[in-house]
């Protein structure tokens, strides 16, 4: 029997969203039905794909493996929809572009506008993700494409199935309370803030260990006395005294109520916006006119 590709999109969600019932809300089915296409999945197969573990349920080993042949299979279905679409040269079908916060507010508009105008038969719509986890959205097909952050000091793990483009590079300062330190000019070595206090992301994030490599590499171990993932938090935070923050041009621009000294690095400690997208997705007229647009504007 031949494989059903509406029961392998089913079985892609589930293995993201974890219950039958997130399933069938996010395709528009009933619980019943998505059941239903579980069950026949299961016949063509001829392997159970999915245990119940009291009110929940989990794939079993098989359907973990079809899972991930899973994602190569719609893939392959969305670069022959888009061939096809494009068969007058005309990009054309939906596109679904991860983003972040800051990126949400600086790219989005200006890039859905141009996609309106120059791509009509383009279908662009955006969703929001964390900055840490667009890598696994795009392997997983859950997103085409999306924005993300870089440190060269502290790089994202590489894999030959994922593109990441730099689109823009932009290098960190410091900001404190106005009087909280009387740095000598408007641009220190690191080394001058050793025993500073911090407000910075736990190490667990990738920026988080960007900022403490950075201060490693010049010798010392920061004093981070409040660890705040939220960028806006952390500058209020930096604001009322209780410690340093690192910042770009854009998060000040982003948060410009905020009261705070900046000065400049002398080391180059920086952090690059990426777009991430899977290897050999330039195939898809599509997602080379979101590409080349988010350049456009980026640049």
């Known amino acids: 029997?031949?494989?059903?590709l509406t029961h392998l999109v089913a079985l892609r969600a589930l293995c993201r969203l974890g219950t039958l019932a997130a399933v069938a809300d996010e395709l528009g089915y009933t619980p019943g039905a998505v059941s239903q296409q579980f069950a026949a999945l299961e016949r063509?197969?001829?392997?159970?794909?999915?245990?119940?573990?009291?009110?929940?349920?989990?794939?079993?080993?098989?359907?973990?493996?079809?899972?991930?042949?899973a994602v190569g299979i719609l893939d392959a279905e969305r670069i022959a929809l888009d061939s096809v679409r494009s068969?007058?040269?005309v990009p054309a079908g939906p596109i679904l572009l991860g983003t972040f916060g800051s990126t949400a507010a600086a790219l989005v508009p200006p890039v859905a506008g141009s996609m309106r105008r120059d791509f009509p038969a383009v279908d662009l719509r955006t969703c929001e993700l964390d900055v840490d986890d667009v890598v696994p959205a795009v392997r997983r097909g859950r997103v085409d494409l999306a924005l993300g952050l870089d440190y060269p000091n502290s790089p994202m793990r590489r894999s030959p199935d994922i593109e990441a483009i730099t689109l823009h590079t932009e290098r960190f300062g410091l900001a404190f309370a106005d009087g909280a330190h009387a740095p000598a000019s408007r641009e220190i070595s690191l080394r001058e803030a050793r025993e500073w206090s911090f407000v910075a992301p736990p190490e667990s994030t990738p920026f988080g260990r960007a900022v403490r490599t950075a201060c490693r590499q010049?010798?010392?171990?920061?004093?981070?006395?409040?660890?705040?993932?939220d960028t806006a938090v952390a500058l209020?935070?930096?604001?009322?005294?209780?410690?340093?923050?690192?910042?770009?041009?854009?998060?000040?621009?982003?948060?410009?109520?905020?009261?705070l000294t900046r000065v400049d690095l002398t080391e180059p400690f920086e952090r690059r916006t990426v777009l991430?997208?899977?290897?050999?997705?330039?195939?898809r007229p599509a997602v080379r006119a979101v590409t080349d647009t988010i350049r456009t504007v980026v640049g």
């Open 1 to 4: 029997m031949t494989l059903n």
């Open 44 to 69: 063509t197969v001829g392997a159970p794909l999915i245990a119940r573990v009291g009110r929940k349920v989990v794939l079993t080993d098989a359907g973990r493996l079809l899972a991930e042949h």
């Open 87 to 89: 068969a007058r040269d």
């Open 218 to 229: 010049s010798g010392f171990e920061p004093r981070v006395r409040h660890e705040m993932v």
């Open 236 to 259: 209020v935070l930096a604001a009322r005294g209780l410690g340093a923050v690192f910042v770009t041009d854009t998060m000040l621009a982003l948060n410009d109520s905020v009261p």
């Open 276 to 283: 991430i997208r899977a290897a050999g997705a330039a195939a």
